[in-house]
């Protein structure tokens, strides 16, 4: 089988693809046919070692995939030879088969096909538990995503909208802002040109946004926080822009505020049943049109470095994905 593979550290162009011997499943293992892989910023983190989990070299980025089981291993209970499932690998779905251990697949609903669903679970996952468990969004409270084209931010927009909030969407095009529109967006902040904290004072009557999603991370964050309202929730999602910001914290006190850290793979690992809980929540809004995984691309398995270095040079909007 063919995988795309990281042998030594590097920006994607340091990729390549070799044939390596089909996997075989262990203990408590099945061996998945890929047939599409999401592709996530961890991914460009992973193969530059810059992501907290660092696998040994050499390996297969790649966190999420949908295919068919195509061998079982010893003891596994509840899927079988030529089921239709998705996984969170944290790494290795960049390969034609792929082992995974079986606590970490879903059953893919008959209601979406192996692109949606090698699309959803990592970005849907992420926003869900953000915006639902950890800052507990009201309807009629107000939402302002940062990165909101962006797969976690294209996701959180659906979700707080399925949650009855209003979703302001701030990004650094307006083709991007565009997209956040079509997916349920109520109003737009063009950040590359606009400033911030005048366009968020302006669309939230001067009361600033009840929660803030933020993946970017870097000099839009301290603006956001200083715009938010009295007892705001502050989203610590990601820093896609590469720079971890510093706050002042005075900010929380005069705010009654609260920054809220989210690690969705730590809170996947150490509450299961709550992640399981999640993704039945998400498949049900998907089956009833509330949620559309925005699937801006499709590379084949050859072409993955190039979606990497889409991702890593703002290129993508939504999702892209790998076929196989
Ligand atoms: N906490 C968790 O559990 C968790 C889970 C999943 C992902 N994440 C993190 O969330 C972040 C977003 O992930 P994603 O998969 O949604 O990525 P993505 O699709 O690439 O979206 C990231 C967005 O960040 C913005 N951005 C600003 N500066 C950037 C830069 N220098 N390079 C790249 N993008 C930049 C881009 O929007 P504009 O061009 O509009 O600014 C882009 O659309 C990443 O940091 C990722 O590690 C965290």
Not at 12 to 36: F, H, I, R, W, Y
Not at 167 to 184: F, N
Request: neutral net charge; charged residues 20%; proline residues 6%.
């Amino acid at each position: 089988m063919k995988a795309l593979l990281c042998k030594q550290h590097g920006l994607p162009d340091t990729l390549v693809v070799e044939e390596l011997p089909d996997p075989l499943p262990g203990p408590g293992e099945v061996v998945v046919d890929m047939k599409a892989a999401g592709v996530n910023f961890p991914d460009v983190l992973i193969i530059q070692n810059k992501y907290q989990f660092k696998p040994a070299l050499p390996f297969s980025p790649g966190a999420e995939l949908a295919g068919t089981i195509a061998a079982v291993g010893d003891g596994v209970k509840g899927f079988a030879v030529g089921d239709r499932v998705i996984a969170s690998t944290g790494h290795g779905a960049f390969a034609e088969k792929v082992k995974v251990p079986a606590k970490r697949l879903t059953a893919l609903p008959d209601t979406l096909d192996f692109d949606t669903g090698a699309a959803f679970i990592l970005t849907y996952g992420t926003s869900w538990h953000a915006i639902k468990d950890r800052a507990a969004l009201q309807p009629g409270e107000a939402m302002l995503v940062l990165g909101a084209a962006g797969g976690v931010g294209l996701a959180a927009i659906e979700i707080g909208k399925a949650l009855g909030a209003t979703v302001i969407a701030a990004a650094s095009s307006q083709d991007k802002l565009a997209v956040c529109r079509e997916h349920g967006a109520d109003a737009t902040i063009d950040y590359g040109s606009e400033d911030l904290r005048e366009r968020i004072k302006d669309l939230t009557a001067g009361k600033g946004p009840d929660v803030v999603y933020d993946p970017v991370g870097g000099g839009y964050a301290e603006p956001a926080f200083r715009s938010i309202a009295w007892r705001g929730r502050y989203l610590v999602v990601g820093f896609a822009s590469g720079d971890i910001p510093k706050l002042p914290l005075n900010l929380a006190l005069l705010k009654g505020a609260a920054v809220i850290g989210v690690f969705w793979g730590d809170y996947v690992a150490r509450e299961p049943a709550s992640f399981k809980r999640d993704l039945h929540a998400l498949f049900d809004l998907v089956a009833h049109g509330r949620l559309k995984p925005h699937i801006s691309a499709r590379y084949p398995l050859a072409q993955g470095a190039q979606a990497l270095d889409d991702m890593m040079n703002r290129r993508v909007i939504g999702k892209v994905i790998i076929t196989n």
